[in-house]
């Protein structure tokens, strides 16, 4: 990535924010960060909602990250939080459908694709019955939702980096309800059964590796993602 590779990117952004400036999209673009927990989620979407709201265009995101818009009473009931999170990230489809703010891009952090996974991992400990499962799957995966999901970046990070990130800056180590070894592996194997199962149902799932062993930066990944938004956009149009 280098300093023209940048000015490229802003380039074709300026040329679809002068586009839409006379005519406008009929709905925002919905682009969905999925993943397991301190992948670089959240980082990136700081990162690229800066990028596109600094040249002007009308970005819907969230505010902060999953695990904090839920209520914290929920965090020790899976179940209970996982239908809270989806159920926000419906709203959030609806507001981007709906608002007279007419937004050009919409943030999904933690959406559909996700939802489909933390249910998945539910099942897999025989904490829900396949049947539920089933129906809960249907019901996040029917088209007046599914189908304004434009891409979803899809981030992985190996258990020891999630956990590396997770105790960084911590006093002490102690395993959380999701943050441990177990629950992250658990968690990676889930991911990878919804994107067999599910996957194509989606128009496209980019994969965003972050494990250390990939050697990533925070604003390589930002500048990679944002350059797929462009792109799908640019298509799109």
């Known amino acids: ?41 959240s980082t990136c ?24 818009r839920t209520p914290r009473y929920l965090r020790d009931n899976l179940f209970r939080f996982n239908i809270w999170s989806a159920s926000y990230a419906l709203t959030h489809i609806l507001e981007g459908l709906s608002s007279p703010e007419k937004y050009h891009i919409a943030i999904l952090d933690r959406g559909l694709f ?3 996974v933390w249910f998945q991992l539910l099942a897999d400990r025989s904490d829900i019955a ?36 997770e105790n960084a800056d911590k006093l002490i180590n102690d395993p959380g309800t999701a943050m441990n070894t177990d629950t992250l592996g658990q968690l990676n194997l889930a991911y990878k059964a919804v994107q067999s199962s599910h996957g194509d149902r989606f128009k496209v799932v980019h994969e965003i590796d972050t494990s250390q062993s990939q050697r990533t930066t ?3 990944t930002a500048y990679k993602v944002a350059r797929i938004m462009v792109n799908t956009i640019q298509d799109g149009e």
């Open 130 to 165: 396949l049947a539920d499962l089933n129906k809960v799957h249907e019901f996040f995966l029917i088209s007046e939702w599914l189908d304004v999901v434009d891409s979803v970046f899809l981030f992985r990070a190996d258990p020891p980096t999630s956990l590396e990130r």
């Open 218 to 220: 925070a604003r390589g």
């Open 114 to 116: 996700d939802a489909l």
């Open 1 to 41: 990535m280098s300093t023209d590779d940048i000015a490229k990117l802003r380039a074709d952004a300026e040329s679809v924010l002068k586009m839409w400036r006379i005519n406008e999209p009929s709905r925002p673009y919905f682009f969905e960060f999925s993943g397991t927990p301190k992948s670089g989620k």
């Open 45 to 68: 979407i700081d990162s690229v909602s800066h990028f596109f709201r600094r040249l002007g265009f009308r970005v819907l995101a969230p505010t902060e990250g999953a695990s904090r």
